[in-house]
């Protein structure tokens, strides 16, 4: 058994064993887990003012979460032979659950039938073979600036998540140290502390092991010390109060195509078309990223056997949506096992594997705090920033775009806004350089739709 998944999924060309590639795996579900949780609070509306018990339920939204999680993973794997997996996007959840429904009134499985008509559009393109084109057209500059930039993002999302980092409540600063009073604080420093030591001694699995130490800290400390008056803050991790709780499919499969006709025809289609190039691009920067980390992309930037990935991840929205869980994506926490030395696609079959199971023992996975998986994001944007040294500093019409990809990513909360900013800049630059003639078509195609997209607030105002 064990000599054919080697040979299915070609350990010896990718250089690989079998357990580099479940430990890889392991390490990737660890810290995608967080989505189990987040993706029904977001669209279950827990904690939001004026808005609970507007939402979805949790219990189905999680069951939802984990089936569709785990069904596309394997079948990236399977097909793919990358170590890439899937999962409701972030972002994309947030889009469905605040814009969708309770900006523009839509109902939760109208809502889902956009997310289920920019799948059956992208899978259209995909088909068509112009998503890998308009991919394979970008210019490597600005490949090499995407996986820079998902570095910092996939950093700050560590920092932000641990509670290092915060929004402030009040006063003039868009970001802040955040208090160390409580006890998830001092948990993420140590784990982080852990992990970095880990990695310096070169110790295999130093990312797995330092999410499972940091976890066993974080709960004998939450026994021993939460609740004294210098830890007002809640613990960092608990053990469940029951290990089973059986999978709910009841939100499964609702759709309503009478969006149409609620919101008219050209705002659906700009409703559809913000959450398709979001989608579009989110995935493309997640390929080129973790590719380039992985080192599976060619001279040119270009990813070998692209279209399955871009197909399986393609049917991911569509899935997404017939799901009720949002639309499913390449996540960038993928690059966690490439860091591990996952190189193949059994990487995410395990990933797939373990989300299955996790319908049945979410609460285990409950255990694992944000503290826990923190450090691990953070050292994988550690990783990923080497790539910054490929670019041509000093070339400023290359260097400029770039550095703008890489900022507005971590800056905005968003992959797809900061290549957004990269096209538009890299194109016009070209263009008062007078070297528009060298611009593929193809860019000018994305640039004019990110100019689209910057501007659909204003097209959206100027139809009310």
């Given at each position: 058994?064990?000599?054919?998944?080697?040979?299915?999924?070609?350990?010896?060309?990718?250089?690989?064993?079998?357990?580099?590639?479940?430990?890889?795996?392991?390490?990737?579900?660890?810290?995608?887990?967080?989505?189990?949780?987040?993706?029904?609070?977001?669209?279950?509306?827990?904690?939001?003012?004026?808005?609970?018990?507007?939402?979805?339920?949790?219990?189905?939204?999680?069951?939802?979460?984990?089936?569709?999680?785990?069904?596309?993973?394997?079948?990236?794997?399977?097909?793919?032979?990358?170590?890439?997996?899937?999962?409701?996007?972030?972002?994309?959840?947030?889009?469905?659950?605040?814009?969708?429904?309770?900006?523009?009134?839509?109902?939760?499985?109208?809502?889902?039938?956009?997310?289920?008509?920019?799948?059956?559009?992208?899978?259209?393109?995909?088909?068509?073979?112009?998503?890998?084109?308009?991919?394979?057209?970008?210019?490597?500059?600005?490949?090499?600036?995407?996986?820079?930039?998902?570095?910092?993002?996939?950093?700050?999302?560590?920092?932000?998540?641990?509670?290092?980092?915060?929004?402030?409540?009040?006063?003039?600063?868009?970001?802040?140290?955040g208090s160390f009073s409580g006890l998830p604080s001092v948990v993420f420093v140590l784990g982080f502390v852990l992990t970095a030591w880990l990695m310096a001694r070169r110790v295999r699995g130093a990312l797995l092991l330092g999410i499972v130490l940091t976890t066993l800290i974080a709960m004998v400390l939450n026994?021993?010390?939460?609740?004294?008056?210098?830890?007002?803050?809640?613990?960092?991790?608990?053990?469940?109060?029951?290990?089973?709780?059986?999978?709910?499919?009841?939100?499964?499969?609702?759709?309503?195509?009478?969006?149409?006709?609620?919101?008219?025809?050209?705002?659906?289609?700009?409703?559809?078309?913000?959450?398709?190039?979001?989608?579009?691009?989110?995935?493309?920067?997640?390929?080129?990223?973790?590719?380039?980390?992985?080192?599976?992309?060619?001279?040119?930037?270009?990813?070998?056997?692209?279209?399955?990935?871009?197909?399986?991840?393609?049917?991911?929205?569509?899935?997404?949506?017939?799901?009720?869980?949002?639309?499913?994506?390449?996540?960038?926490?993928?690059?966690?096992?490439?860091?591990?030395?996952?190189?193949?696609?059994?990487?995410?079959?395990?990933?797939?594997?373990?989300?299955?199971?996790?319908?049945?023992?979410?609460?285990?996975?409950?255990?694992?705090?944000?503290?826990?998986?923190?450090?691990?994001?953070?050292?994988?944007?550690?990783?990923?920033?080497?790539?910054?040294?490929?670019?041509?500093?000093?070339?400023?019409?290359?260097?400029?775009?770039?550095?703008?990809?890489?900022?507005?990513?971590?800056?905005?909360?968003?992959?797809?806004?900061?290549?957004?900013?990269?096209?538009?800049?890299?194109?016009?630059?070209?263009?008062?350089?007078?070297?528009?003639?060298?611009?593929?078509?193809?860019?000018?195609?994305?640039?004019?739709?990110?100019?689209?997209?910057?501007?659909?607030?204003?097209?959206?105002?100027?139809?009310?």
């Amino acid at each position: 058994m064990a000599g054919t998944v080697e040979r299915y999924f070609r350990f010896g060309e990718r250089s690989t064993t079998l357990g580099t590639e479940v430990r890889a795996g392991l390490t990737t579900f660890m810290v995608m887990a967080y989505i189990i949780f987040v993706n029904p609070i977001i669209l279950g509306y827990v904690g939001v003012p004026g808005l609970e018990g507007k939402g979805l339920p949790f219990a189905a939204t999680l069951t939802v979460t984990c089936l569709t999680a785990g069904l596309l993973s394997i079948a990236m794997g399977v097909a793919s032979n990358y170590p890439l997996a899937l999962a409701p996007g972030m972002g994309l959840n947030a889009v469905v659950a605040f814009e969708l429904v309770a900006g523009r009134g839509l109902t939760w499985p109208q809502a889902m039938t956009v997310v289920f008509l920019e799948g059956l559009v992208i899978t259209l393109l995909v088909l068509t073979r112009f998503r890998e084109a308009v991919m394979d057209a970008v210019p490597m500059s600005l490949k090499q600036a995407i996986s820079v930039g998902i570095g910092l993002f996939i950093a700050f999302i560590g920092f932000f998540t641990s509670g290092f980092v915060v929004k402030p409540a009040s006063g003039p600063l868009p970001v802040a140290l955040g208090s160390f009073s409580g006890l998830p604080s001092v948990v993420f420093v140590l784990g982080f502390v852990l992990t970095a030591w880990l990695m310096a001694r070169r110790v295999r699995g130093a990312l797995l092991l330092g999410i499972v130490l940091t976890t066993l800290i974080a709960m004998v400390l939450n026994g021993a010390v939460a609740g004294w008056k210098g830890f007002p803050t809640p613990g960092a991790a608990r053990i469940p109060a029951a290990v089973v709780q059986g999978p709910d499919f009841s939100t499964f499969g609702r759709l309503d195509f009478g969006l149409v006709a609620k919101l008219g025809v050209l705002t659906a289609v700009l409703a559809t078309f913000s959450i398709m190039l979001s989608d579009f691009f989110d995935t493309m920067g997640t390929i080129i990223g973790v590719g380039g980390k992985a080192g599976f992309l060619d001279r040119q930037g270009r990813l070998p056997g692209a279209n399955r990935v871009l197909l399986v991840d393609s049917l991911g929205a569509l899935f997404g949506g017939v799901a009720n869980a949002s639309s499913n994506t390449t996540y960038i926490e993928s690059a966690a096992g490439v860091a591990e030395g996952g190189r193949t696609g059994l990487v995410a079959v395990v990933v797939g594997v373990l989300f299955l199971v996790a319908m049945w023992f979410s609460p285990l996975a409950a255990v694992i705090p944000a503290q826990a998986t923190a450090p691990a994001l953070i050292i994988v944007g550690f990783y990923m920033m080497a790539l910054a040294r490929d670019l041509a500093w000093d070339d400023y019409e290359e260097a400029i775009p770039a550095f703008t990809t890489m900022l507005v990513m971590p800056f905005t909360w968003s992959i797809t806004n900061g290549i957004g900013a990269g096209f538009v800049t890299w194109t016009a630059i070209k263009l008062l350089n007078g070297k528009g003639g060298r611009v593929h078509w193809m860019v000018y195609a994305a640039s004019a739709a990110f100019a689209v997209y910057f501007a659909l607030p204003v097209i959206e105002n100027a139809l009310r």
